[in-house]
């Protein structure tokens, strides 16, 4: 049986993997993206994972990414809008 990972499961899995954090650690919607100790740079190199991760195109202005669950809105909304233009 082939499990189908959430957005924010696959979004907890990048972040566990790209830098360094801990599986138990807490990665929930509600926590802070400042709280998960990337520096500028690491989240510029995120959105670029996230871009390859999920096949899509993500605005470098205009949006506003405070918390994990605002990072997990942002990917659905744009997986949705750029993925129905191409059928």
């Known amino acids: ?3 189908i990972l959430t957005t924010l499961q696959k979004i907890r899995d990048l972040i566990v993997e790209n830098f360094n954090l801990k ?3 807490r990665i929930e919607p509600d926590v802070p993206i400042d709280n998960l ?3 500028s740079l690491d989240k510029i190199e995120f959105m ?7 096949n899509l ?3 470098e202005r205009g949006i506003k990414i405070d918390t994990v669950g605002d990072l997990v809105e942002l990917i659905d909304k744009l997986t949705v809008e750029q993925h ?3 059928v």
């Not at 670029?48 to 999920?54: A, S």
């Open 48 to 54: 670029f994972t996230l871009e390859k991760e999920f």
């Open 37 to 39: 100790g990337l520096d």
């Open 57 to 59: 195109k993500i605005p």
């Open 23 to 25: 599986e138990g650690e």
């Open 1 to 3: 049986m082939t499990a």
């Open 84 to 86: 129905s233009q191409t």
